[in-house]
């Protein structure tokens, strides 16, 4: 990566994801509402096992603030 003079540089990683959905199917020893068995659908995301991550370079200028905190020179 290359991060000039007067810059700040810094990685990103994200991992890859997907989505699911499908349902639950909920068993009760006693009536809930009514019902022993209740059907509930649902939408979930997260990381995908096994996948890659997607690494990403990003640089921008210093703000005058950080100069001041971590450069020797003004």
Do not use: N
């Not at 059907?39 to 210093?62: I, L």
């Amino acid at each position: 990566m290359d991060v000039r003079p007067g810059e700040v540089g810094w990685v990103t990683r994200e991992p890859r994801t997907r989505s699911v959905k499908g349902t639950y199917e909920l068993h009760f020893p006693d009536r809930f509402y009514g019902h022993y068995i209740w059907y509930v659908p649902f939408e979930a995301t997260g990381p995908k096992p096994d996948a890659p991550s997607t690494k990403t370079q990003h640089t921008r200028p210093m703000t005058d603030q950080e100069k001041a905190q971590h450069c020797a020179w003004p």
